[in-house]
């Protein structure tokens, strides 16, 4: 006789609605960009210094785990930005670690990062499959000097190995060939190593030299979150027969995060943007609707791809056909961010398309809808945070496995329910 024993897990759905929206202030997460490269010079610089307003999101917690504790396996969960950072990192400074991760992690890939580290002088082997996490790491004090790498590669390989260039013997000239991708990014890193007093520049227009030279200790600040400020812009976009507005707090109109160009993007939305303080470097920003709507939208989001999801589930909602480019890098995220907006997109009616692993298109094509559709968010936070708003135009969304986004935005949901969204959660028993 054989014995088949069947395991029982429960997962979460939020079911969410959206009957009594209004006007609200809403407290955005800080940076987690920021914070994850503020942490690396930080430690770098000796620990001196406060570094004040850092997130409170998982990929940062795990940074800070690691950084304070220096655990000999260093498990940063799905936290793709400290698996690169933290690389760099423990090449650079002295000790033995593997650094490792959750089960899609060790599917994301390292090799560029893991060669060009190679090249300065690093030694590091791969633990598991060649290109991927896990990686034993053995650090010392690399060399520096000239290097190439593609400028096509995800840009927190180029900003890990930014941040550690000022302890390399010889600082790091960095060349990147090709066509440069989220350039904002990078910019972004070399802004935040500009606050601790570090000389690094671009020379031309593919080539960024940093000298050896010390990080300053300093008191910084950390501006909040662009990409979680995307969620309201679609929310206001989405509301615009209820005259909805919303304020989002600590944000800089002249911003080096990249995503702050969603004020420009939803501009083409009717969503416009007011700062309250022009001529503070923070300021709350009032979000309004305003009597516009494109007939079709086409944008290359090579430099912003975390923006796609918002884009793509917002065009769709409001019936504006378009064509995204600029996407391969979804296919290695969290998720393959592409075929998971194909799929859950057609729980709800739309049918959109992809080319070439890098363009989404939707023609307007639409299908019919599931009954009470439940998002799937593949362990991906920028699934559920972009669905969500469809709960104001369906009446009603489900939302499962909503807990990812405290790899982000923590307290979305909370937030949600301030601005007049009504959640309850369903346990769901699956075999």
């Known amino acids: 006789m054989v014995i088949y024993l069947i395991t029982t897990t429960i997962m979460t759905q939020y079911i969410i609605k959206a009957p009594n929206l209004h006007n609200t202030t809403i407290d955005l997460p800080a940076s987690k960009s920021i914070s994850n490269r503020a942490l690396i010079i930080h430690a770098l610089s000796g620990g001196k ?3 004040k307003n850092l997130s409170d999101c998982d990929d940062t917690k795990v940074m800070i785990a690691a950084l304070e504790h220096n655990p000999e396996t260093i ?4 936290a793709g930005t400290a698996m690169r950072f933290m690389t760099a990192y423990l090449s ?3 000790g033995s670690h593997v650094i490792t991760g959750t089960e899609r992690m060790l599917h994301r890939p390292i090799e560029p990062l893991v060669n060009a580290l190679r090249r300065l002088g690093a030694d590091i082997s791969y633990e598991g499959e060649e290109g991927f996490p896990p990686l034993r790491i053995n650090g010392s004090k690399l060399d520096g000097g000239d290097i190439e790498i593609p400028g096509n590669i995800s840009s927190q390989y180029i900003s890990a190995l930014l941040l550690i260039a000022p302890i390399l013997e010889n600082g790091l000239r960095l060349h990147l060939t090709g066509e440069i991708v989220s350039r904002p990014y990078i910019d972004l890193t070399l802004h935040v190593m500009h606050g601790f007093g570090c000389q690094a520049e671009w020379t031309d227009v ?6 050896p030279q010390e990080y300053q200790p300093n008191d910084y600040h950390i501006e909040n979150d662009w990409s979680a400020a995307s969620y309201w812009y679609e929310i206001v976009a989405l509301s615009r027969a209820n005259n909805l507005s919303m304020t989002l707090s600590g944000l800089a109109d002249s911003s080096r995060q990249g995503d702050s160009v969603v004020k420009y993007l939803f501009n083409f939305l ?3 943007t007011q700062f309250e303080k022009t001529d503070a470097p923070l300021s709350d920003v009032t979000l309004a609707t305003k009597p516009y709507m494109p007939t079709r939208f086409d944008y290359d989001f090579i430099k912003q791809p975390d923006l796609a999801q918002t884009l793509v589930v917002t065009c769709c909602a409001m019936g504006i056909p378009f064509r995204f480019t600029g996407l391969a890098s979804l296919k290695i995220k969290e998720t393959d961010r592409i075929e998971a907006l194909k ?14 692993d890098s363009e989404l298109v939707w023609d307007g094509e639409r299908c019919e809808p599931q ?3 439940a998002i799937d968010t593949y362990q991906d936070h920028r699934m559920a945070m972009a669905f969500a708003p469809l709960a104001i135009t369906m009446g009603e969304i489900r939302i499962n496995d909503p807990e990812v986004v405290s790899k982000s935005y923590p307290n979305y949901w909370e937030d949600l329910k301030k601005a007049g969204f009504t959640i309850t959660e369903s346990p769901i028993p699956t075999t």
């Open 92 to 94: 650079a400074t002295p």
């Open 49 to 51: 210094g406060i570094l």
């Open 371 to 373: 009954s009470n559709p």
């Open 75 to 78: 498990d940063i969960m799905a």
């Open 206 to 211: 593919s080539t960024i030299e940093v000298k």
């Open 343 to 356: 799929t859950e997109l057609r729980k709800v009616g739309y049918v959109i398309s992809d080319k070439n």
């Open 270 to 272: 009717g969503v416009k």
